[in-house]
């Protein structure tokens, strides 16, 4: 716990964020399950309305993926899925195992993430 004795703030930020983090692929909580490449990846809407323009439109929409608890999605690599979804729950993303291509697809997935936040 940071006490900024200027202002008389206490600073619990970090705590925060490290709460959320903690939630990025956690089951517990998990309100919404993506199905991509056959794999189970646990969600939770409130993040990704809070984080992102495209799901807060999705959710918000009416249709089948606004009520659903399970969404599949297709032609999306696991990988950048999940790079995406991280960035989303932590505000980190890492660069420097990935290759020019995975670079890319990760921009290309994330543009609403990385733009509107």
């Known amino acids: 716990m940071e006490l900024n004795s200027e202002n008389k703030t206490i ?4 705590s925060l964020l490290n ?3 903690a939630l990025y692929l956690n089951e517990k909580y998990s309100d919404l399950v993506f199905i991509v490449e056959s794999e189970r990846i646990f969600a939770h809407k409130f ?4 984080r ?7 959710f918000s929409s009416g249709l ?12 999306t690599p696991l990988s950048a899925f999940k790079d995406v979804l991280y960035f989303m ?7 420097n195992d990935k290759n020019i291509d995975d ?3 990760i921009l290309y997935l994330g543009k609403e993430s990385f733009i509107k936040n």
Not at 11 to 14: P, V
Not at 52 to 58: G, S
Not at 64 to 75: D, H, L, N, Q, W
Not at 89 to 95: D, F, I, Q, S, V
């Open 89 to 95: 729950y932590t505000g980190k993303l890492h660069l």
């Open 19 to 21: 709460h959320l983090s």
């Open 52 to 58: 992102c323009e495209y799901f807060r439109l999705m």
């Open 103 to 105: 670079i890319i697809e």
């Open 11 to 14: 600073d619990l930020s970090q």
């Open 47 to 50: 993040i990704l309305i809070l």
């Open 64 to 75: 089948r993926e606004a009520i659903a608890s399970e969404v599949t999605v297709k032609e």
